[in-house]
Nanobody, 115 residues
Framework: VQLQASGGGLVQAGGSLRLSCTIS????????MEWYHQAPGKQRELVAA???????NYADSVKGRFTISRDNAKNTVYLQMNRLKSEDTADYYC??????????WGQGTLVTVSS
């Protein structure tokens, strides 16, 4: 099983980016899909999560600016990030809970927001 994240880059404050994470390999089902971020010297934190039924949850710091979505036919989760701030600068990691394997992680994709 592999989670491949993409979409990171350099953007000015106030701009937008969309991250994608596609899951490949053998599994029976994708349950929850999540995005985390980790800034230099800080712990990894949950940014947004979406259940298999589409229920979304967000960290307070990104509510109203970020939107998580998923395309079950493509085994892909997205994170649309709008009105980016310098404090959003971090490595972003996707994660998914897979049946029967449990939680799996993708590699990080770096988001840098210049002020």
């Amino acid at each position: 099983v592999q989670l491949q994240a993409s979409g990171g880059g350099l953007v000015q404050a106030g701009g937008s980016l969309r991250l994608s994470c596609t899951i490949s390999g053998n599994f029976l089902r994708i349950n929850e899909m999540e995005w985390y971020h980790q800034a230099p010297g800080k712990q990894r934190e949950l940014v947004a999560a979406i259940t298999s039924g589409g229920t979304q949850n967000y960290a307070d710091s990104v509510k109203g600016r970020f939107t998580i979505s998923r395309d079950n036919a493509k085994n892909t989760v997205y994170l649309q990030m709008n009105r980016l701030k310098s404090e959003d600068t971090a490595d972003y990691y996707c994660s998914a809970v897979l049946l029967p394997w449990g939680r799996r992680w993708g590699q990080g994709t770096l988001v840098t927001v210049s002020s």
